[in-house]
C-alpha cells in the first residue's frame, strides 16, 4: 500500500427532513448568497425548505447556473458577492451547482483575474476560500464530499478541473427524497458517473490495498444491484438512499488512498463535453470500454479481478476474463440507456481524436493515466476507437 494521508472535513447531514437543520451549520450573523440553478429546486420543494431553514438570515440568491458550471455566468455571482458583502456560499443542486460555489469560493479571495485559477491544468487552490455548505439535489459526482470542480467556459471550448485542500465543503445535506423529481437520464447519468468514479480509482494494476479494493468492488456491486429499482416508475426511498450514498463515498477520497489511480477517461470525456456539450457521465461511457481495451495489458489483471469479484465471472483465462469484463460494463451503461459510441451522439465526429491529441500538446498533458505514460497520440488512439 503506497503512503497516504488522509482528511475530509466535510461533515455529512443525511436523511429525509433534513434540509432544516442547514441553520445549525451556517452562524446566523453571516450573509449568505444562495446558489442554484436552472430552477428545478423551485418545482421540488427545496427551494422552499431552504428559504424556511434560512429566514433569520440575510440571505441573498444567484439562479441560473447551468449544467456543466459556465464561467462566464459565475463571474456574475461574482460581482454579487463582492457587492452585497457575502461571507457565506451555499450550493443548492447538483454537481454543476456545487462546483460553480467552489470555483466561486476561490475566486473570491483571489485578486487577480478568476480565469487564472482555472488556467493551469490542475491549479490547486491550497489556501481556504470562502466558507460554504450544500444541499445535494443530484447523486453522481461526489462534489458534495471532496475538494474538486470542474468550470467550462464554452467561448473557447474549455473545460478545466481545479481544486485544493481549502474547497471541501464546511457541510453537505444529503436528503434522499431530492431522488424523486430527478428525470430517468439525469438518475443514469448520476450512476454512470459514480460508477465510472470507482473505475478511475480501481481499473489500474493490483494492490495490496485489500480494504480499499474490496470497498471499491463494494460499492460497483451496490450500483448495479440499485439500478433497476432507481430505474423503474416507482419511487423506492432506500434504493435512493442507497445510490445517494454510493455516489458521494466514490468520489469522497477514501477508495483512492493507498492506491494508483487513472483518471484519463474523465480527462478525455471532459473534451467531448467541450466540443459537443455531451452529459459528463455519457462521455465517460463513450471512453471507458475504449480505454480499457487500448490499455489492455497494463490492466487485464484488475479487469480480470473485477470480472469475477464485481460480476461473478469465475471461468476462463485472465484474459478471456478481462474481456467479457469490458462487456459487461459496456452491457450495464446499455441497461442504463446510455450509448457508448461517439456516433450515437454526434454527426461529425471525424475530427474528435486529432481535437482531443491537439488540446492535450497545446496543454503539456504529455503523460496521464496511473503511470503518466499515455501520450496525446495514446489519447488520439483510444478517441478513435470510440467512434
Ligand atoms: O439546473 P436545474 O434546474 O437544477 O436542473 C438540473 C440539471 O438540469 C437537474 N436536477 C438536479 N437536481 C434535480 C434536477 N432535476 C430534477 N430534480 C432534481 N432533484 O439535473 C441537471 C443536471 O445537473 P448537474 O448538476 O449538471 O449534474 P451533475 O451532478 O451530473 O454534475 C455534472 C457536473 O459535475 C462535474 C461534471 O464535469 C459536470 O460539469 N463533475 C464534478 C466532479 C467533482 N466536483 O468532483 C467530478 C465529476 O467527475 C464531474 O466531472
Ligand atoms: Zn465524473
Known amino acids: 500500500m503506497i503512503n497516504f494521508e488522509f482528511k475530509n472535513p466535510t461533515k455529512i447531514i443525511f436523511g429525509k427532513g433534513e434540509i432544516a437543520k442547514i441553520s445549525n451549520e451556517i452562524p446566523v450573523d453571516e450573509r449568505v448568497l444562495m446558489v442554484y440553478g436552472g430552477g428545478s429546486i423551485k418545482g421540488n420543494g427545496v427551494y422552499n425548505q431552504v428559504k424556511a431553514a434560512l429566514k433569520d438570515y440575510d440571505l441573498y440568491e444567484f439562479g441560473g447556473v447551468p449544467a456543466n458550471p459556465e464561467f462566464d455566468i459565475l463571474v456574475n455571482a461574482l460581482q454579487l458577492i463582492k457587492e452585497k458583502k457575502i461571507t ?4 443548492v443542486g447538483g454537481g454543476s451547482v456545487i462546483d460553480g460555489v467552489k470555483f466561486l469560493s476561490a475566486a473570491a479571495y483571489y485578486d487577480g483575474d478568476p480565469w487564472e485559477i482555472l488556467k493551469k491544468p490542475v491549479r490547486i487552490f491550497e489556501g481556504e476560500g470562502m466558507p460554504f455548505g450544500t444541499v445535494l439535489t443530484l447523486p453522481a459526482t461526489g462534489s458534495e464530499m471532496n475538494s474538486s470542480y470542474v468550470i467550462s467556459r464554452r467561448e473557447i471550448n474549455e473545460k478545466r478541473s481545479s481544486g485544493g485542500p481549502g474547497m471541501f465543503p464546511r457541510f453537505s445535506i444529503l436528503d434522499p427524497e431530492v431522488v424523486r423529481t430527478i428525470p430517468k437520464n439525469q438518475i443514469a447519468n448520476g450512476i454512470a458517473d459514480a460508477y465510472t468514479h470507482v473505475l478511475e480509482q480501481y481499473m ?3 494492490s495490496s490495498a485489500d480494504l480499499q479494493e474490496r470497498i471499491a468492488e463494494s460499492i460497483l456491486i451496490s450500483l448495479q444491484e440499485t439500478a ?5 416508475e416507482e419511487f423506492d426511498y432506500g434504493a435512493a438512499a442507497n445510490f445517494m450514498w454510493c455516489c458521494t463515498m466514490a468520489l469522497n477520497g ?3 488512498k493507498g492506491v494508483i489511480t487513472d483518471w484519463a477517461v474523465h480527462a478525455m470525456g471532459h473534451e467531448l463535453t467541450a466540443y459537443y456539450g455531451i452529459d459528463h457521465a455519457r462521455t465517460l461511457a ?8 487500448y490499455n489492455f495489458e497494463a490492466k487485464k489483471q484488475k479487469l480480470a479481478q473485477y470480472a469475477q469479484r464485481v460480476w461473478g465471472i469465475t471461468q476462463g483465462t485472465t484474459d ?11 452491457n450495464f451503461f446499455h441497461s442504463l440507456d446510455i450509448h457508448t459510441k461517439l456516433s450515437d451522439y454526434v454527426a461529425d465526429y471525424q475530427e474528435t481524436a486529432t481535437r482531443v491529441k491537439n488540446a492535450f500538446t497545446d496543454r503539456k498533458w504529455t503523460g496521464i493515466g496511473e503511470y503518466k505514460t499515455l501520450t496525446p497520440q495514446d489519447a488520439y488512439e483510444i478517441v478513435k476507437m470510440c467512434y
Do not use: D, G
Open 88 to 91: 457565506y456560499l451555499l450550493a
Open 204 to 206: 489500474t494494476a493490483p
Open 228 to 232: 433497476p429499482k432507481l430505474m423503474a
Open 254 to 256: 477514501l477508495i483512492q
Open 286 to 293: 463513450i471512453v471507458a470500454p475504449s480505454h480499457y481495451r
Open 320 to 330: 478471456e476474463k478481462a474481456e467479457r469484463a469490458i462487456i459487461k460494463m459496456e
